[in-house]
Structure formats: C-alpha cells, structure tokens
C-alpha cells in the first residue's frame, strides 16, 4: 500500500515549496507596492492561503504562488496610490538591503532601482505587474496573460507600452563604475557646500524628492533645475551632515549613500545617474523606511 502522509508531514512538504518560492513572490510584490513592509505582509497573505489550499489539486506550486501575490500585490496597489495621494509630503519606495541578493529573487535586477519604483508608479497595476513579471522574471507571454487574466496579445501590448513610458521618461542610466565614481563625488560637493561642484553633475532636468513621511524635517514639494537643487543641497548641508558618518551600501542593486548618526541611521541618499549627470536625487529620511538598514554594515 502506498504510503499515507501524516498532516505534519503534508505541512512540512508545504512549507519547503513556498519557502523554495518565497524570494520571487516577495520580489513581485515589492516590485509592485515599493514598500518592503506591505511585501511582506503579502507573503504572509500567501502562506496562509497556501496552507488551506487543497495542495493535491496543483499541478505547479511555484506558478500558483507567483499568480497568488500578483493577484494580491494588483488589488493592494490600488489602494496604496489611494495612500500615497495623503501622504506627508513627498513619497518615496521604501529602499532594501540587497547586498546578499541583489536582483532580489528574480531572473534579473530589473525593476528594482528607486528610480525606476518610481516611475512604475505612473503605470497602471496590471501594466506594473505584467512589466514586472516578464522584465525581472522572464515570465513568459502566454503566463503572464493568466496571472493578469486577459490574452497573450494583450499581455504583449500591456509590457510595450510600460517599456515607452519608461523609456521616454528616463535617460540610459551609467554603468555601476561610473555611478560610485558620481556618488562619491556628490558626497564630497554636498558635504562641503561646494556649489560650482553640485552644478557641474547635475543634469539640466535634475529632481530632488525627500521623503520625510511626516516624521523627519522635508520638503513637501520636489526641487527642480540645477541652481536651485545645487543651492537646496547647499542649504540643507549645515543641518543634514554635521556628527554624521557617510558609508557606501548597497540599496536595491544599486550604490547609495546611507547616513548614519550616533550609529543610527538618519538618511539614505540614491542618485540616478545618466551620461548627461545626475537626473535625480532621492533622501529617504523616513525613519520607518531606513529600519532595514540598522545593521548594515559599510
């Protein structure tokens, strides 16, 4: 007779497939909101259907799971803009520790930079999904139109037109080399109140977003243009980097600047950087989105 698993063998059995799963579908679903903390919640989410699923009857548990958080992460995303309209001030992603994964348990680290959270957000949920899914997961077209439940030919068209919007708004980014070298130069300018300096990396379009989130002194509105972002970074200096220490770490496959004082850390500065300079400058100064970061060494 063949062998008749116990409950506790079926929940072990259970619980290796989603563990074996768990770093795509939290990828997903930060991919999808931009915070680590309502990623999580949606794993968990997920674990708990998966415990009352009747496991006999799927056929492929990895794919079940995927669909399962892209389902959830959609829906959530609806109501997270709904959140992000009332939010104190300027919202950014909530940035993570991806130094011992840096694409994040995906195919590629696609999708993933701060910069590019942010323009996702312009996307509609199921454009963001299906753009997540076959440009950091190579998901195939055909899998991506049942996760998104619509056809394959619609599936094509949902990822080309993510791919235009983004493209149209974003200049090629550096490679990684050329991105330390910006940083670390950005960092001496800024520290030092240098403001010819500051002018010469920025590019003629610079934004600089900082998201305070209520909690740490910000600006509620984006600071816009070469002067005026060279004479923001300028102005904040005195209060910003005195008694701080400044190390290079990694945030979401990219270099960035964590800010740490008395050991904690105040502040996280990320530059998306393109052969014409600095586009944008992004300060998470939120002390609930910098949490991840308190035992990271650098």
Same mark, same amino acid.
């Given at each position: 007779m063949?062998?008749i ?6 929940l ?15 990828g ?6 931009g915070?680590a ?11 708990l ?13 990895? /794919?079940?799971l995927?669909? %399962? =958080?892209?389902? +959830?992460a959609i829906?959530a &995303?609806?109501?997270a #803009? !709904?959140r992000?309209?009332t939010?104190?001030?300027?919202w950014?992603p909530e940035p993570?520790?991806t ?7 995906a195919e590629?680290? /696609?999708?993933?930079?701060? %910069? =590019?959270?942010? +323009?996702?957000?312009?996307l &509609?949920p199921t454009? #963001? !999904?299906?753009?997540?899914l076959?440009?950091?997961?190579d998901y195939?077209?055909?899998?991506i139109?049942d996760?998104v ?11 080309s037109? %993510?791919?235009?919007r +983004?493209?149209a708004?974003r ?9 330390e ?6 960092v001496g300018?800024a520290?030092s109140?240098?403001?010819a300096?500051?002018?010469?990396m ?8 900082s998201?305070?989130?209520?909690l740490?002194?910000a600006?509620?509105?984006p600071v816009?243009?070469?002067e ?6 300028r102005?904040?200096g ?8 400044v ?8 270099p960035v ?7 904690e ?5 990320a530059?998306?950087v393109s052969?014409?300079g600095?586009?944008r ?8 989105k910098?949490?991840?970061f ?5």
């Open positions: 063949p062998e698993e116990t409950p506790d063998e079926e072990s059995d259970a619980t290796a497939v989603f563990l074996a799963v768990r770093p795509r579908l939290f997903i679903a930060y991919r999808m909101l915070s903390a309502d990623a999580e919640d949606l794993v968990q989410e997920v674990w259907r998966w415990q009352r699923t009747d496991r006999a009857t799927v056929e492929n548990p990895a /794919a079940y995927a669909t %399962a =958080v892209t389902r +959830l829906n &995303s609806r109501s #803009r !709904a992000h309209e939010y104190p001030g300027q950014l993570v520790d130094s011992a994964d840096p694409q994040l348990g590629r680290g /696609a999708a993933l930079g701060l %910069a =590019v959270l942010m +323009l996702l957000e312009k &509609s454009e #963001r !999904a299906a753009y997540v076959r440009e950091a997961f195939p077209y055909r899998q139109a996760i439940q619509t056809t394959e030919v619609a599936a094509r068209q949902l990822v037109r %993510a791919r235009r +983004l493209a708004d200049r090629r980014p550096v490679d990684r080399a050329q991105h070298r910006m940083l670390t130069a950005f300018a520290r109140g240098d403001l300096a500051l002018e010469k920025l590019s003629a379009d610079v934004v600089s977003t998201d305070g989130g209520g740490a002194r600006t509620k509105m816009v243009g070469v005026r972002v060279a004479k923001y970074v102005a904040i005195p209060r910003f980097w005195p008694g701080t220490e190390a290079v770490v990694e945030a979401n496959g990219q600047l964590l800010v740490r004082q008395g050991g850390p105040v502040g996280l500065v530059l998306d052969a014409a600095i586009e400058l992004m300060w998470q100064i939120n002390p609930e910098l949490a991840t308190r035992a990271v060494t650098g």
